[in-house]
């Protein structure tokens, strides 16, 4: 394995993700000729040790800016991919899992925020799902490193489609058939007791709560 490039949409939590990875030894480049950067670090895995790229986040591989046209270029270099989708958007991130599938590439999928499902009232069926991604498919929640080992010993098993290119509407038809068989949403408010469990895990209202814990200790 040359390396591992974690892509996926903006704002999905993967620079989390690649923390939770590769820990807090990591460098910070500009693709050559541009002033796009990225993120790198390493991660073992088995006996190897496996650079780790976090690309610039891109929402297709349609490039419609310089860092989206770098981040395709870096999907080109025949690395295994972690893609990283926010399962609380499912139909959002998909499009790029269904891109990259197209393409044939090597990846796992990241299903990232997975704790905010249940909150949300969004069940997902993730057997089925690997099934009709043929590819696998591990729950994550990076902010308190929820599924990381999992991530990580998925990633010897990622496994790529040689599926025909879909036009734009052909792969929103899909999606839409993907999601009708492995989402359902129940409409729900927060409980008190998961507001308090998000507060714990982000680190300013966390540490406001480890000082009151301690305080009434």
């Known amino acids: 394995m040359k390396s591992l490039l974690l892509v996926g949409n903006p704002n999905v939590g ?3 993700v ?22 790198r670090g390493f991660l073992k895995i088995g006996d190897e040790k496996v650079e780790v790229v976090d690309v610039p986040g891109i929402y297709t591989l349609e490039p419609a800016s310089e860092a989206d046209e770098i981040a395709v270029r870096m ?15 499912l139909e959002r991130g998909l499009y790029l899992t269904l891109e990259l599938l197209e393409r044939g590439l090597p990846l796992v999928v990241a299903l990232n925020m997975w704790d905010e499902t249940s909150h949300q ?10 099934t009709l991604l043929g590819v696998p498919v591990t729950p994550t929640a990076a902010l308190s490193g929820e599924g990381i080992k999992e991530l990580v010993q998925s990633v ?5 489609s040689n599926g025909s290119r879909r036009s734009r509407d052909e792969r929103w ?41 301690l305080a009434f200790a």
Not at 121 to 130: A, F, Q, T, V
């Open 121 to 130: 009232g969004i069940h997902i069926d993730l057997e089925r799902l690997r």
């Open 18 to 39: 690649f923390s939770r990875l590769t820990g807090v030894r990591t460098t910070v480049s500009n693709y050559p000729g541009t002033t796009v950067s990225y993120t």
């Open 156 to 160: 010897p098993k990622a496994s790529s």
């Open 14 to 16: 993967k620079s989390v």
């Open 173 to 213: 038809a899909a999606i839409g058939d993907i999601l009708r068989q492995v989402q359902h949403i129940d409409h729900r408010h927060h409980t008190w007791l998961e507001r308090l469990q998000d507060a714990s895990v982000k680190p300013v209202t966390g540490l406001a709560l480890a000082v009151a814990v």
């Open 75 to 89: 999907l080109q270099q025949g690395c295994t991919l972690v893609n990283v989708v926010n399962a609380t958007q």
